[in-house]
């Protein structure tokens, strides 16, 4: 029964996917016009058995594909068009021609019609749809790690400092890209005739969510710099860092986004610009190398620190003085250690993606779906909810409640005063 469901789900979707493209795409009079040409000169051409003359299905034009002279009680098979969005071009459509020479009518509105269902692998978009399930999954699972992340930040006045002002913008860029990556899923990708339209707001909304994304790195290099920069240095102010930090971690995606939709808005071709600018293209290598950037040198960072704070926990105790690392510097260098490689695990296999058919492309897109969308659940269980301070913050804030909520003795004396 389920299966019958989604099959049928899939084949409402097809009917959407038509009737949404049925507006867009190539030159339809032309199309016609060649249509009309092919069936003029073919003369009463039928397909089928025919052995005596009989009744028959006059050839026509059904919007998409030019249908030849059909001999009665039998189809006739075309290949899929290959400018309708989701058909496989090497899987054939066909029409069925009735025992009384009339083209098969939909029962729903009494219409001639012809099957285009054929034209879409059912079980390719299943699949899809599982991979899409993955991401709505996991990005909204992540947004509500992160909001409650920012909400134990926030509210624990104790842990403000350089580093938590940092995580906090860190999960906020999260907090707003998986909020804007579950409305793409739950109200993009379903909307066909959004896709092929492509308005302003759809591109806004493209734009906004890739500049969110790169947000994500920009504050995962300024962790890194941080990180770096507090343990290398002895002398620094924190506070001119963090400020420098924020202007660097907001604004130079931007610059990067404004490039970046400056070039594909007024470069980009008309196949470029279609489906809200999803489709991939050469311009998304904007968007990548500084992501890549960032990655290699918070690697670089990383390796350093990494030299650091051994020099410093090998040396004589006599050497170390209080110069050693802070634990919670060692906590944060372990968190941004795991996550920094982790954050970009879906860019360092970009080049690496199987073409379309292979065998590892299913488990390509499964670990993509997986990297991109927990992203946040990683970031939210590494720098809080795993962090040392936020847990004795939260384990005082509960013993504070469990003692407060505890029923007080009261002592008294009692005076007895007698009238007898």
Request: charged share 15%.
């Amino acid at each position: 029964m389920s299966e019958q469901s989604s099959n049928s789900s899939s084949i409402g979707s097809t009917a959407a996917i038509a009737e949404s493209v049925a507006e867009s795409g190539p030159d339809f009079d032309a199309l016609r016009a060649a249509c009309n040409a092919r069936l003029n000169g073919s003369g009463s051409h039928l397909l089928g058995p025919s052995p005596e003359p009989g009744p028959f299905c006059p050839g026509t034009f059904d919007g998409w594909l030019c249908w030849p002279d059909t001999a009665a009680g039998t189809s006739a098979y075309e290949l899929c068009p290959d400018f309708i969005t989701g058909f496989d071009p090497t899987r054939y459509a066909h029409k069925e021609c009735g025992s009384d020479g009339e083209w098969f009518k939909h029962p729903l509105n009494n219409k001639t019609w012809s099957n285009y269902t054929t034209c879409v692998n059912l079980d390719d978009l299943e699949w899809k749809h599982n991979v899409n399930l993955i991401y709505e999954v996991g990005y909204g699972i992540s947004l509500l790690a992160i909001l409650l992340s920012l909400a134990i930040l926030g509210y624990f006045k104790t842990l403000k400092c350089a580093r938590i002002t940092l995580h906090m913008n860190l999960f906020a860029s999260f907090a707003a890209n998986n909020s804007l990556w579950l409305l793409w899923y739950l109200m993009v990708m379903p909307n066909t005739e959004l896709l092929q339209d492509s308005p302003a707001r759809c591109v806004a909304l493209h734009i906004n969510l890739h500049y969110f994304l790169l947000t994500n790195y920009s504050w995962m290099l300024c962790e890194g710099f941080y990180l770096h920069t507090v343990l290398v240095s002895a002398f620094i102010s924190e506070k001119r860092l963090v400020k420098w930090l924020i202007a660097f971690g907001w604004g130079s995606p931007a610059v990067v986004i404004f490039v970046y939709s400056m070039a594909r808005g007024l470069g980009g071709s008309a196949d470029q610009k279609i489906h809200c600018w999803m489709s991939p293209t050469d311009y998304d290598n904007i968007l990548v190398v500084p992501v890549c950037i960032s990655m290699f040198l918070n690697l670089l960072f990383l390796c350093n620190i990494v030299r650091v704070v051994l020099l410093k926990l090998n040396a004589p105790a006599s050497i170390q003085g209080s110069c050693g690392p802070s634990r919670t510097v060692l906590q944060a260098f372990r968190a941004t250690l795991l996550l920094v490689p982790l954050l970009g695990l879906q860019y360092i296999v970009t080049p690496f993606r199987p073409a379309p058919g292979h065998p590892w492309e299913n488990t390509y897109e499964i670990i993509s779906a997986f990297t991109a969308s927990f992203q946040g659940l990683c970031v939210a269980t590494l720098f809080c909810f795993f962090n040392g301070e936020v847990i004795a913050q939260v384990k005082r804030k509960w013993r504070m409640l469990c003692f407060s909520n505890r029923p007080r003795t009261n002592s008294y004396t009692a005076t007895q005063v007698s009238f007898f």
